[in-house]
Nanobody, 122 residues
C-alpha cells in the first residue's frame, strides 16, 4: 500500500515558476514509477510527466516538455514548473505504479493522491 500527498500548489502569475512535491509513504515507494497528471475544469485528465523508479528515465506531455522537469528521491517526487501559462491551470495529481516505469496512461497507476490546485493568472 502506498499513500501519496501532493503539495506546493498555489496562485502564480504567467511566467512564474512553481514546484510541486509528491510525498510517498510506505517502504516500497522508492520502487514505484510515479506520474503527474492534471485536470482542468470541464476537461479530461491529462498526462504531464512521469519518472521511473530509478529516476533514470522521464516522460513528458507535449504541452509541458521543455518547461517542466520531474525528479525524484526515495520518498518524494518533484515537478518543477517554469514559464507557467494560464493553460497550466488545473488540479495536479501524482500517481504511483508498481508495474510500469514512466507511463503516460492513467490506468497504469494504482495509487493516487488527492491533488493540489495550481492557478496561473494571465
Amino acid at each position: 500500500q502506498v499513500h501519496l500527498a501532493e503539495s506546493g500548489g498555489g496562485l502564480v502569475q504567467a511566467g512564474d515558476s512553481l514546484r510541486l512535491s509528491c510525498a510517498g509513504s510506505g517502504r516500497t515507494f522508492s520502487s514505484y514509477g510515479v506520474g503527474w497528471f492534471r485536470q482542468a475544469p470541464g476537461k479530461e485528465r491529462e498526462f504531464v510527466a512521469a519518472i521511473n523508479w530509478r529516476g533514470t528515465f522521464a516522460n513528458y506531455g507535449e504541452g509541458v516538455r521543455g518547461r517542466f522537469t520531474i525528479s525524484r528521491g526515495n520518498t518524494v517526487v518533484n515537478l518543477q514548473m517554469n514559464s507557467l501559462k494560464a493553460e497550466d491551470t488545473a488540479v495536479y495529481y501524482c500517481a504511483a505504479s508498481a508495474t510500469v516505469g514512466a507511463s503516460m496512461f492513467d490506468n497504469d497507476y494504482s495509487y493516487w493522491g488527492q491533488g493540489t490546485q495550481v492557478t496561473v493568472s494571465s
